[in-house]
């Protein structure tokens, strides 16, 4: 799934080329690239499928040149992932009934991709052939407000646990409370299932979204596709795949895990990932120094001298010609930010 | 004179292009063009002399095509303003004797370019075919710490006042004491004097310096002039005019006036200049945002799209590459902070 406009990293990540299609830590991969890297010796590169924006056709194309047009699957608008995954597995469906699927964003991090190998292993054997969603829990390091929880009351010992509930982002004092019991787990939103098993689910709990795909099916892999796509799709609701069907699926699973997972989903996430000076200061890009500067973190174009002075909790990036200045504590308004030039 | 290096202005100003080559205000000419521009009418384009180093050779004819090229002065090496002037009054004494000279710094700001007019054409006269040298002396509008006094113990009464002292730069209480006073003004170094004046003046104050160019004066106007310059030149001490000429000498006025002068030596000089908006920030180049943000003094290339949030009492100055981020308070270690990319 790389269709998000990742407005949340502006101006790092611009609608134009969102965070997906960016080297994002500065160690020579976009995050597109990172993640299909990461399912190598797992999955067949040929097997891989892109769900995105027409607009960023190109750039995956570019990045990911291995990848068979007819894997591009180009939404006409944004309609959350429970239509994006819809698409995907109807196509699958029609030529490989038998697959399996993992599915992930492609805007996310994952440091230790051994350990993430071995989990999909085992995620992929779980689900094949049997009647079994699965998602991947992350095992909570902290208190952490901006992920939605799983929940659990089986004790893991290694295996996958069935899911009692989904946990919407907690407050601070639930997430502590939430850490505390042990029984919960970070929603990654990376699922395995067998394509038949997904396929019935949304029949039977996002019925609307299945009809859509059913009525397309006639023009998938046709040269009339994508116009059919470009008149359906946007019919369908905007709603993501936990609400549509894992929190109503009887048949869900949970693989707590550890592989050093960050959505980044925001700078200071992001701030989070990064290695920092003695001063919790953080940079990507540019030949940045920092004098009495502290807690910041900063962005520049490769080869850009940078000097910042006095700062303590700033994010200071620079991209496609944008300057932002503006504290962490209010990335959230990162948005209204952007707003202003426009 | 032309020749500085507008350390204090990085990363705006750089040893390749200091600030007297840009356009710090964004109105469409540079400091250089602006000084020449406010003695139309009262010096002729053709007598105007710019002395400067070599390698600004080219800006100065780029922005100032008129000026013939014995016109301008190229300096080997730094050696503040005495050798300076001692270098043009060698020049123009022998072709010229009968001229009557105005220096000035090209770097610096003046508003009411009338007024200037006026004062300046006062100035000429009052030094014309006679033995005085006489300096503008800024009515000070407050109690600045940054530029050095003249004091005069006549009253002003629209007519140059014989100097009694020139004052280093004072701390607060004494600029204080020096407004209430009320015979201070603000040294602006800019002079008026009949070439044969000035070098008189040097002879009878500095006359190592005026043996050095004695020493040139043959080669001056030939082939050789800069072969020469470039050998002997450096063989004078650093000095300014300041120091070797107008406090030691006798016969040195003050002429009292207003119009809007600033020496842009800092960023908060020129922050001082700019407009602002309600929360006292100044901006100029680019399209600039700022929220929340107060006492921020903001410099960018034309066309870049930038947000400041949450900024109080900042520079930030982008050029050449080099962005800054420093506080308007730290603005005299703006040095130690350009040589940490180096």
Redesign the interface.
């Known amino acids: 799934m790389a269709g998000g406009v990742g407005s949340r990293f502006w101006?790092m990540s611009t609608p134009e080329c969102p965070k997906q299609f960016i080297d994002v830590l500065g160690v020579g991969k976009t995050l597109l690239q990172l993640t299909v890297d990461r399912f190598e010796g797992c999955i067949p590169k040929s097997n891989i499928w892109v769900v995105t924006s027409a607009s960023y056709f190109d750039m995956v194309k570019g990045q990911l040149p291995f990848v068979a047009d007819d894997h591009i699957l180009l939404e006409p608008c944004m309609r959350n992932t429970a239509p994006c995954i819809a698409y995907v597995t109807w196509k699958i469906k029609s030529r490989y009934p038998d697959a399996v699927m993992a599915v992930t964003a492609a805007d996310h991090l994952v440091i230790d991709t051994a350990e993430f190998k071995r989990v999909a292993d085992k995620g992929l054997a779980f689900v094949a052939g049997n009647d079994r969603i699965m998602t991947l829990g992350m095992i909570p390091s902290r208190p952490e407000t901006g992920y939605g929880y799983i929940k659990s009351n089986d004790v893991f010992v290694g295996e996958p646990l069935k899911v009692a509930e989904f946990k919407e982002k907690p407050d601070y004092e639930t997430a502590v409370k939430y850490i505390n019991e042990g029984k919960y787990y970070w929603n990654a939103g990376i699922f395995f299932w067998d394509v038949r098993t997904i396929e019935a689910a949304l029949r039977a709990n996002a019925a609307d979204i299945a009809a859509v795909f059913d009525s397309l099916e006639q023009s998938l892999y046709t040269d009339r596709e994508q116009e059919a796509v470009n008149a359906e799709f946007p019919t369908c609701r905007s709603i993501s795949i936990d609400y549509a069907v894992m929190e109503k699926a009887p048949n869900v699973y949970v693989l707590p895990a550890s592989f050093g997972w960050s959505d980044l989903g925001t700078w200071g996430s992001l701030h989070n990932q990064l290695d920092h000076d003695g001063q919790n200061n953080s940079s990507v890009g540019g030949?940045v120094?920092f004098?009495e500067s502290s807690n910041c973190i900063v962005r520049?174009p490769e080869?850009?001298?940078?000097?910042?002075?006095?700062?303590d909790g700033?994010i200071?990036a620079?991209s496609n010609?944008?300057?932002?200045?503006?504290?962490l504590q209010?990335e959230q308004?990162i948005k209204e930010?952007?707003a202003?030039?426009k």
């Open positions: 101006p030949n120094k004098v520049m080869g850009k001298d940078v000097v910042i002075q006095g700062l700033y200071v620079e010609g944008s300057l932002l200045i503006c504290r209010d308004r930010f952007s202003k030039l």
